[in-house]
Structures are given as C-alpha cells and as structure tokens.
C-alpha cells in the first residue's frame, strides 16, 4: 500500500512539473514589404538565417525568387525601388533599380554616402544579366586651425566611384566615367551580355596658320 501511494506521489509530481514547463515558441520574421509591382514583390526575407534582398515573381502555378542582394545588414533602407520591363527582340527583361543612402559620422568627420544599385535580369531564366554600383560620398570634416583646438573651420569634398548607367532604348547598356566610356549589348544566344568597343570619336586637326608676308 505503501509503495502504491509513493508510486502515486511520483506521478502527480511529474504531471505538475510537464505543466508548468513553457512551450517554447519559434518567433518567425515576417518579410518586409519594400514596393510591389503588378505580379512582382520586392522584399527584405530570411534565407537559412540570413537576411537577403529578393524580388519574388508570382507566377500561376509557383513563385520565382530574384535574389537582389545576397547580405543585408540590419540598416538597410532601399529607397525609390523601380521596376522596369522591356524588351528585346522577343525576350522580356527587367530593370531593377533602387538607392541606397548611409551616414557615418567619427569624431569631427561625416561622411555621407549615396548608392544608386542597377540590375538587368531576365525573368525566364531567372539569371541576373548585369549589375551596375555607383557611389557618391560627400565628406564634412572638421580641420582644427591651432594645436589648442580653439579655432577650426569644415572642409567639404564630393568624390565618385562607379560608372553612370544608362539603359538605351534598344536595350543596349553603357556605362560612363571621367576615364572611360563602355558600351554593352545583350546576346540571345548566350544570354548575357557582352562588350562592345567604341569607336573613339576622330580628333579634329587644327588648320595651319597662313604666315602673313
């Protein structure tokens, strides 16, 4: 009688204990919403817990998934995101633009940075085509006129790292800098696309001057 009674206690114990236990409960991160257009949703997702930038394209049987940016942090704000179609000869594409923009501010130092992102992908093949990156950054730095610091004054420099991209109405891409001037046009066979050299534009020469008698 004895031993049932503990065998009892035993089991009331364990009961009481398995209820008091808290479900553990997964807490699941919704996607953020950057911009939608037509059947095309661009958002911030977690991919095997990492965070990326993806565009997801609903179809009628299944959803494609573009991955615009691989890594994320979490201060990433993409802003003016513009989807574009066109086309080319009989494929669709998609231009895919947004900007980006972040401060960092050290000490008597800010540093601004503007980024302008542009992708050409191709829906079909679900394959980003080309990718372009350019970077404006404004500099404010505060320059001390005396060892004591009493007196100082802001110095500001822009600087520009990148290539201006440009996407021509035949779907040709070129990218312009102070340096140098690339064209690009897309292959259907091997769907990408490819260099094309630019004829350097003819150097004007100068007339001789008629020496006077």
Not at 74 to 81: C, G, I, R, S, V
């Amino acid at each position: 009688m004895k031993k049932l009674f503990l065998l009892g206690c035993l089991v009331l114990l364990q009961f009481s204990v398995a209820q008091k236990k808290k479900t553990t409960v997964k807490k699941v991160e919704k996607n953020v919403v950057i911009a939608t257009f037509e059947n095309l949703s661009a958002e911030i997702t977690t991919i095997n817990k990492v965070k990326k930038f993806v565009l997801f394209s609903k179809n009628e049987q299944s959803t494609d998934t573009l991955v615009l940016k691989e890594t994320i942090d979490k201060n990433f704000k993409p802003a003016e995101f513009n989807v574009k179609n066109f086309t080319i000869g009989t494929q669709k594409m998609y231009l895919i633009s947004w900007k980006e923009n972040n401060t960092v501010t050290i000490k008597d130092k800010t540093e601004a940075t503007a980024i302008t992102e542009n992708q050409v992908w191709n829906p079909v093949t679900k394959k980003q085509l080309f990718a372009n990156t350019e970077k404006t950054i404004h500099t404010k730095e505060k320059v001390f006129l005396d060892a004591n610091k009493t007196a100082s004054h802001d110095v500001e420099r822009k600087t520009s790292e990148g290539s201006l991209f440009t996407l021509l109405t035949n779907g040709d891409v070129t990218l312009y800098s102070k340096t140098q001037q690339s064209h690009f046009v897309y292959n259907s066979e091997t769907d990408q696309y490819e260099s094309k050299k630019v004829s350097a534009s003819p150097v004007s020469k100068a007339k001789p001057k008629t020496k006077k008698r």
